[in-house]
């Protein structure tokens, strides 16, 4: 009788305790709008839509030689990038996602310089502004967690991703060599195919990744002054990088990625120009992520450290997202 | 006397009331979170007692315009001599007492300056010049130390700050590196003429400072101006050079020169819109003067600049110890002055590394 008693207390306890497991909390949709980017599942949730813009800017200043050295250009010229790209991402299900990028760009290059003919005894002012804004190459892309994050906060992401040369692939409204708008698409389909991993431990994820884009042949004009289309081939490129990111308070996190980038020689008419070389940089690139609820604000740098033939100059990115 | 007794009773009494409740508000203990969290608009110019703080920034310039003695715009981009400026800025400071403060900074600055090329034609052929202006380097080591009003901060604040820069980076431009390229023949090739700056100014300067806040609520007004001064006149060098077939053998000359005297003042509104985010409006002046540059024995004034910027910003407070400042700048008016835009972010990081 008295064991009874004891066995129907424990179990009342037991009960007890089971309720208390059960008031962990739950996450509910409107909680996991908010993740942030270290706790973020690699894809999006299902029926879940972000969409955001980035704006980015560059000065074109110094660039690396095909020695690895960094320097000026040195001739007087004055050429910034900038832009807009608006970024739409939906999760189909937990573990697929898609994107599409429509990247509006704004490209301007100044040039003076000056002509002294002694025999005339005449100075001649030679500058010339080429401007070109626009949509550029637009692509979509299709990610799936092949390991997914729930259950043990690692992740393995693949990715295809597609680029359509929606851009304008020749120069327009050619009145000379130095009066046209230049071209803002590449002139060519390209496609990517890339890995990531990905690991969470709060406050902190590690990733790793590898993508590699191929590069479809094209045709464009070379040259404003061209009456026909050249054939190319832009040399297929390779990103690999690792990223560490933390959180520094509940909603503001900061990413640290090392690129390294890799691209092969250029081919035209079907051959590789005797003078072409395969450039690559190693770039890091700091970012700050405020989490307001739902919005999310990114602030980052790309920096070039090192490399061979590539322009060495930061971009400077700004970006704005909601998830709905 | 009786009278004299009783009013002295009557001011005593009303007085210990009062002495009786000052002592009772007891100064708060010292908490270490509560100062490194403390809002813009109520903490002190100066750092408290014990505390550290290191400042790591980094400025991106673009230098597309600049005003001449007149005060009109100059469009660099048109001349050729467009620019970008980067600089990374150190700064240390500590906290002696809650009202003396001591602190160091430096910077490094990078920044290459193109001028217009040139191309002179004649029968035989073309020669191209390209000319490159780099300043590379540390500046100077700046010390100095502040006092503030020895009482604590309510609304208003006090401060006085004075230093010396010392000339511990390189002045003297380096040698040149002019090259010559695509050579082919003596009257064909093009020429790139390089010059090496570095960015100290060679000479001690002194500097000193007053500051003043008022704190209302959540809106705070703070000014502050700045005067530097040279000790001395300093020594540099000019670079030369002579050109045989496609070689440069370079000389340099000695000269003088007295750096400029310069003013400082900025003011600025501040919104605490939350106890970790403070927003701001800054406008900044200064004005040089009063220095010169020997050329030929001959002593010239250098011509008075004078710049007027707008820099909006804010302050984040990221956790107890990491605050991010980040301002642009937006020059509105000038003479004799570059006028780069310019975006600056500062890493904050502060400690009470005695305190526990």
Redesign the interface.
Known sequence: MIMKRIVNILLIFLVALTGYSQTEKQLVPSDLKQLTVVTEPSTLYKGFFRAGTALSYS?V??YFTNEKNKE???????ATNSGFNFIFQYGITDRLQVDAAFPLAINIR??????????ADTTVNY?FTLQSKGLGDCYFTLKYQILNEKSNNTSLTGSLEVTVPTGEKNPTDVKGETDYNPPLGNGCFATNLGLKYRKIQFPYSYAGYLYYTYQFPGSKIMDPSDTQETEFKDGNHLDAGLSFSIH??EW?ALTNDANLYFRSKDEIDGKIPDDAIAPWALSYEPR?VFQVKRFRISEAVRIPIYGKGIGA??I?VLIAQYVF | MKQVLIWTVIFFSVLMPGATINAQQEKQARDKFTLLTMPYNQRPLTLYKGQFQANAAYRFGVRTKSYDEHGDKISLKEDGAASVVHTYLLEVKYGITDFIEIGADSYFLRNGIRSETSSTISGSGTITANTLNEYRGFGDISLGAALRVPIEYKSWDISLKGGIILPAAEHEPSQPTHIITDYKSPNNYTVNYQFNNNNGSGVSQYFFSGAAKISLSKISIEARGAYRFPSKEGESKRWGWTLYGSTFTYYSNPYSYLPDRLLTINGSIHYQAAGWFDIFITNYYYKTSSGWTEYYDNKYANPESTLFTIEPGFELQISPSITIYQYAGFQIAGTNADAPFYLLTTLSFNMFPFFK
């Open positions: 000065v200043d110094k000026y250009f040195l001739q007087s010229a004055w100044q040039s003076e310089s000056r002509i002294f003919v002694p025999s500058s520094l308070n503001i700050l100059d930061p400077y």
